[in-house]
């Protein structure tokens, strides 16, 4: 027979048993008060996020400018509005889609050649045994990352001079005429590309080596006691493991497919490769500082800046619905 202090005893005056369970939990803390306990980690933090709101954010007040008729002296709220003027102005410009054409066509030239390169150069050098061999393959392929813009450009410029060049000499032996590379239009794309691609496939594999490194080792054993090759290997395992990492990259890349490099460009224009190597940057540059149409140019950016922010959520919105990998 059960005692009947055994009973679970409540009334009035006693809290219920799932009230005094819950009176004993601990209360969620608030923000401040896991600010107070972590400090270290949002102390640094507080840098970068101060480098964001005022070298990126702050500065965005001033895109007024583009719709307005900015004078230095009035300064920026003291200048007159003009709506969409210098929009307009852009959109009916007579070489308006030529600079939208060479801008395009250079970055899906650059994207098309560009991106799968630094893939390929992972998945090889995830092949290499000899640890020795690769190291110094991942060395020289990553060393002309550090080779500044005006060096490059002119490593470029002296290597295609006629009489002068490597390249115009090999040219020469080979019973070729004298070619001024840098003056033909229809090359100055490839040049700018391929240059990119020998310069920046080292640096951008890094990343795809590391996703290759975090790969399960069972995988690849499992793989071999099936007797599978190297190029199987890669087609089931290597491939599938970086589609993660390429879709992010691609997002990206597409979302800035209007921002190409001004000061190499610039660097390597002349007046023989106007037609194919005019771009929006460099028509910013030119018609912005040094024509002082600061109005003009900061609608063109701000044109420049929408069309990219459209293009990352298009490509974002079709990889989230066609794969698992999105920015968000």
Do not use: C
């Not at 007159?80 to 939208?100: A, C, D, M, R, T």
């Not at 250079?106 to 560009?114: K, M, T, W």
């Not at 996703?211 to 080792?217: D, E, Y």
């Not at 793989?223 to 992010?248: E, M, N, Y």
Request: zero cysteines; glycine letters at 8%.
């Amino acid at each position: 027979m059960r005692s009947p202090h055994n009973k679970l005893q409540t009334g009035p005056g006693l809290p219920h048993p799932v009230q005094a369970s819950a009176a004993i939990r601990p209360r969620p803390q608030t923000t401040w008060v896991r600010i107070r306990r972590h400090w270290q980690l949002y102390l640094v933090l507080l840098l970068p996020l101060l480098y964001l709101i005022v070298f990126k954010y702050v500065p965005m007040a001033g895109i007024v400018i583009a719709f307005k008729d900015y004078s230095v002296i009035k300064g920026i709220w003291g200048s007159p509005w003009v709506g969409f003027k210098y929009f307009e102005q852009f959109f009916q410009s007579p070489n308006f889609w030529l600079y939208i054409k060479n801008t395009l066509g250079i970055s899906f030239y650059g994207l098309a050649v560009g991106f799968p390169a630094p893939i390929i150069l992972a998945l090889a050098l995830n092949e290499i045994r000899s640890g020795l061999f690769k190291k110094s393959v991942q060395m020289i392929s990553y060393a002309p990352y550090f080779i500044s813009t005006v060096i490059m450009v002119s490593i470029i410029i002296v290597n295609l001079t006629p009489h002068v060049g490597m390249v115009s000499k090999l040219f020469e032996m080979m019973g070729v005429t004298q070619t001024n590379f840098m003056g033909m239009p229809g090359l100055f794309k490839s040049i700018y590309v391929w240059s990119d691609v020998w310069q920046y496939t080292g640096y951008g594999a890094i990343i795809y080596i590391a996703a290759l490194a975090g790969v399960n080792p069972e995988l690849y054993e499992s793989a071999r006691v099936d007797g599978a090759s190297r190029i199987q290997k890669i087609i089931s395992i290597d491939i599938p493991s970086l589609i993660p990492v390429s879709v992010i990259m691609l997002i990206l890349n597409l979302g800035n497919i209007m921002k190409l490099g001004f000061e190499k460009i610039y660097l390597m224009q002349n007046p023989l490769n106007l037609a194919t190597s005019e771009v929006i940057s460099t028509y910013v540059y030119k018609v912005g500082l040094l024509g002082s149409s600061f109005s003009f140019s900061a609608a063109i950016g701000f044109f420049n800046s929408v069309v990219n922010l459209i293009l990352l959520i298009a490509v974002n919105y079709i990889a989230r619905k066609l794969s698992s990998s999105s920015l968000w």
